[in-house]
């Protein structure tokens, strides 16, 4: 029996889980290590961090928005909050030490292949957060990781729903 959610970023707690078959969890299976054909849609969250007037991106290095810089982050590991997937993320991505803080703008990402199967089914949450500590450095699955100004975003290929959200919740960007 789920609870009732109690406002702004809050957690559904299942009472009983039994009987969910392997397919409607969010595990990733040998065969689809990159994320690749799930069984169902996969929780990610990601983190707006700034400083100094500049925003932290990451160039991914994996589908879906491989060669594109984005908001870092990744997939909500069984028992994490948002935040404290947030915060594990973008310490693996980045190097860098973030507060996560409340959840500022959510979007699909859903990419099907030739014969029309879903490849990538994300379900993506964007939290604000405050920059602790740390040099930028990339690691994990992004190719690269900098602090963008708001007049260099436009010389990246970044991703239209980092554009988006950047322009929309911050005025950031053209």
């Not at 702004?8 to 990733?28: A, Y």
């Not at 983190?47 to 928005?65: M, N, Q, T």
């Not at 992004?142 to 950047?166: H, P």
Request: glycine share 10%.
């Amino acid at each position: 029996m789920a609870k009732a959610p109690n406002g702004p970023g809050f957690r559904v707690l299942l009472d009983d889980v039994k009987g969910i078959p392997d397919q409607m969890t969010c595990e990733r299976s040998k065969q689809d290590i990159n994320g690749a054909y799930p069984g169902a849609p996969r929780v990610a969250v990601g983190a707006v961090v700034f400083k100094e007037s500049k925003v932290l991106l990451v160039l991914r290095s994996k589908p879906p928005a491989e060669n594109q810089w984005s908001i870092p982050g990744g997939c909500v590991e069984l028992g994490e909050t948002l935040q404290e997937a947030a915060e594990r993320e973008i310490l693996e991505e980045t190097g860098i030490f973030i507060r996560a803080g409340e959840p500022v703008y959510t979007f699909d990402v859903i990419e099907r292949d030739d014969s029309g199967r879903i490849r990538f089914h994300y379900v993506i949450i964007d939290l604000a957060a405050d920059y602790i500590s740390g040099e930028v450095k990339a690691g994990d699955d992004a190719a690269d990781a900098s602090w963008v100004s708001s007049k260099d975003i436009n010389t990246r290929k970044v991703s239209a729903a980092t554009r988006k959200l950047l322009k929309e919740c911050y005025g950031f960007g053209a």
